[in-house]
Nanobody, 112 residues
Framework: EVQLVESGGGLVQPGGSLRLSCAAS????????MTWVRQAPGKGLEWVGT???????RQADSMKDRFTISRVNFENTVYLQMNNLKREDTAVYYC??????WGQGAQVTVSS
């Protein structure tokens, strides 16, 4: 079964950090580009960034100074490290594969 499972979301204070994980199964992860997107309350989907199978990344300008995308192919896992979080980063974060398989989403809430 093709599956993406996210973990690591939660409540964090402004200025804090979180690392999201996305564990893949059922497809050849090492050959697949992976993307993080997010959806803030009441808003549409926003692209966060994409990491290609060779590790090359492209990220949204508004977040690339604070967010880092990485992958560990032998673990079949992609990560989103988020630092200096702001209230406006509150959203559900999804990972998706280039074959359009989506994870279930991880809630990130930035609040004091």
């Amino acid at each position: 079964e093709v599956q993406l499972v996210e973990s690591g979301g939660g409540l964090v204070q402004p200025g804090g950090s979180l690392r999201l994980s996305c564990a893949a199964s059922g497809f050849t992860f090492s050959k697949t580009a992976m993307t993080w997107v997010r959806q803030a309350p009441g808003k549409g989907l926003e692209w966060v960034g994409t990491i290609y199978n060779d590790g090359y990344t492209r990220q949204a300008d508004s977040m690339k100074d604070r967010f880092t995308i990485s992958r560990v192919n032998f673990e079949n896992t992609v990560y989103l490290q988020m630092n200096n979080l702001k209230r406006e980063d509150t959203a559900v974060y999804y990972c998706k594969s280039s074959d359009d398989v989506w994870g279930q989403g991880a809630q990130v809430t930035v609040s004091s």
